[in-house]
C-alpha cells in the first residue's frame, strides 16, 4: 500500500515538473528572503498557473499586433462624439450630488455616510474628471466646453474648482501621464508597487507587521507617497528640461521647510489643499455654530482617509500580483509596447455606468493604458473588441474581482511573492 501511495506521489510531481517546465515563460522576480525559504512546489505551482509558453510568447506577432489594435482605436475615434462628453459629464454630476449630499449632511453630527458622500465626490474628481482631461482625451472632440480641454482644465485659479486635491495638475501629468505610461513595469515606473515596498520586502518584520503596515499606508498613501512624488518628478524633469544639474531631494527634504524642495512643496501642494478643506470649507458652516462647522472638519478628515481607501483598492491592484509582468529594460516597438500594457495590467468586473461609476472606470486598465487619451465612455464599447483580440493573439487577459486582485498586490508588497519578470531566451 504504501509503494502504491509514493507511486502516485512521484506521477504527481512528475506531472507538475513537466507542466512548469513547459508553461515557463515567465519567472518570478527575485524574491525576499523570506520568499525564498518557501518550498519549490509552491513555486512550480505559481508557474504552472500561467497561460502562455516560451514559445507563443515569442511568437506573438508583434507587427500584426500593433496593427489590430490600431484598427480598434481608429474605428473608436471615428465613433468619438459629443455623446462622449455628455457621459463625462453625467459621471462629474453623479459625483457632485455625491459631494452635495455629503457636505449637505455632514454639518449635523459625524458619520461616516456623509464621509463617504464627501470621499465618492473627491474620488470622482480625481478619476472619471481630472484623470481623462489631463490625458486630453477629449480635447478634440467638437463642442466640448474649453474648460474639459487639457489647456484649461484645473489651471490657474480653476484648480479648485476643477480639481482640487493635494497634488498638483502639472505634477500628476508628469508622473502619470508621461512616466506610469510609458515606463509600465519597470523600475522607472513610479507606481510600481514591487520597486517601491523593496524597504519592505526586505526587511526582517514579521509578516503580519507587514499586512499592518500596508493597511495603515493605504488610508494616508495620497498625502505620504503620491503628493510628493508627483512634486519630485515635476521639479526633476523640470531641472532636465533646462539643462540644469539634477537637483538633491530626499525624503527628509521633501517635507523640510528648510529646503527649496520643501518649501515649494509645501506652497504648491500641501497649505492650499489643507487651506481648502479642512479651513475654509468646515467655516462655511460657521453660522450653524461651532459644532456644526466642527463636524465638518471631522467628516472631511474622515472622507479624506476614506479616499484614500478607495482609490488604493482600485489603483494598486491594477498593476500587481504574481500574475502580473514587470520589465528590466525599455519596450522595443510598438507591438511589444502594446503586449506589455496588456501583460502588465488587470481589469475589474466591467460593463455598466454605475458599476464603473465606483471603479472610477480604472476598472478598464487594459484598454486605458492601450489608449489612455480615450474618452471614459469609449472603454466599454472596445472591452469585448480587445479580450477576443487577446484571444486570437493567446494572450492572457486578466480580470478578476478587485478584492482578489488587492490580495494578489498586498501579498508582492509584503514580500510574500513576487512579479513576474519574461524569461530571457
Known amino acids: 500500500m504504501n509503494s502504491a501511495v509514493e507511486r502516485r506521489n512521484d506521477n504527481i510531481i512528475r506531472k507538475i515538473t513537466d507542466k512548469a517546465l513547459f508553461w515557463s515563460v515567465f519567472q518570478p522576480s527575485p524574491a525576499s528572503p523570506q520568499q525564498r525559504s518557501y518550498s519549490t512546489s509552491h513555486q512550480l505551482h505559481l508557474q504552472g498557473q500561467q497561460v502562455l509558453s516560451l514559445h507563443s510568447y515569442q511568437s506573438v506577432d508583434r507587427e500584426q499586433l500593433a496593427k489590430d489594435i490600431n484598427e480598434i482605436h481608429q474605428q473608436a475615434l471615428a465613433n468619438i462624439g459629443i455623446d462622449d462628453f ?9 459625483g457632485k450630488i455625491c459631494s452635495i449630499i455629503g457636505y449637505g449632511t455632514a454639518w449635523i453630527f459625524p458619520n461616516p455616510i456623509s464621509a463617504l458622500l464627501i470621499s465618492q465626490g473627491s474620488f470622482t474628481r480625481w478619476t472619471q474628471v481630472g484623470h481623462p482631461i489631463v490625458h486630453r482625451a477629449y480635447d478634440k472632440v467638437e463642442g466640448v466646453d474649453k474648460n474639459y480641454t487639457s489647456k484649461k482644465f484645473a489651471q490657474g485659479w480653476r484648480r479648485f474648482m476643477d480639481w482640487p486635491d493635494w497634488f498638483t495638475v ?10 506610469h505610461h510609458y515606463s509600465l513595469g519597470e523600475k522607472a515606473d513610479p507606481n510600481n508597487a514591487q520597486h517601491n515596498m523593496e524597504w519592505l520586502r526586505q526587511s526582517g518584520l514579521p509578516m503580519w507587521l507587514r ?74 458652516f460657521l453660522p450653524l455654530g461651532s459644532f456644526a462647522a466642527l463636524s465638518v472638519l471631522i467628516n472631511s478628515i474622515l472622507a479624506e482617509i476614506f479616499t484614500n481607501m478607495h482609490s488604493f483598492l482600485v489603483m494598486i491592484p491594477n498593476h500587481a500580483g504574481d500574475d502580473v509582468m514587470m520589465f528590466d529594460e525599455k519596450a522595443k516597438g510598438k507591438g511589444e509596447f502594446y503586449l506589455r500594457q496588456i501583460l502588465g495590467s488587470v481589469n475589474y468586473p466591467t460593463g455598466s455606468n454605475l458599476n464603473d461609476f465606483f471603479y472610477g472606470w480604472l476598472n478598464y486598465q487594459v484598454e486605458h493604458h492601450l489608449w489612455p487619451n480615450m474618452p471614459l465612455s469609449q472603454y466599454q464599447k472596445v472591452q469585448p473588441q480587445v479580450m477576443a483580440l ?34 530571457v531566451a
Open 86 to 94: 455628455e457621459h463625462l459629464t453625467r459621471m462629474e454630476r453623479w
Open 170 to 179: 502639472a505634477g500628476w501629468h508628469h508622473e502619470h501621464d508621461v512616466l
Open 211 to 284: 499586512y499592518v503596515i500596508v493597511a495603515f499606508f493605504s488610508g494616508i498613501w495620497k498625502l505620504v507617497y503620491y503628493t510628493p512624488r508627483t512634486h519630485k518628478e515635476l521639479h526633476l524633469n523640470s531641472a532636465r528640461q533646462q539643462g540644469e544639474p539634477k537637483p538633491v531631494m530626499t525624503r527628509i527634504g521633501a517635507w523640510s521647510l528648510f529646503t527649496e524642495q520643501g518649501r515649494s512643496f509645501w506652497l504648491q501642494s500641501i497649505l492650499p489643499y489643507i487651506a481648502y478643506r479642512f479651513v475654509l470649507l468646515p467655516l462655511l
Open 390 to 423: 487577446c484571444k486570437k493573439h493567446n494572450i492572457p487577459y486578466l480580470q478578476q474581482s478587485v478584492f482578489k486582485r488587492l490580495l494578489k498586490a498586498v501579498d508582492v508588497m509584503v514580500g510574500k511573492t513576487s512579479m513576474l519578470k519574461p524569461v
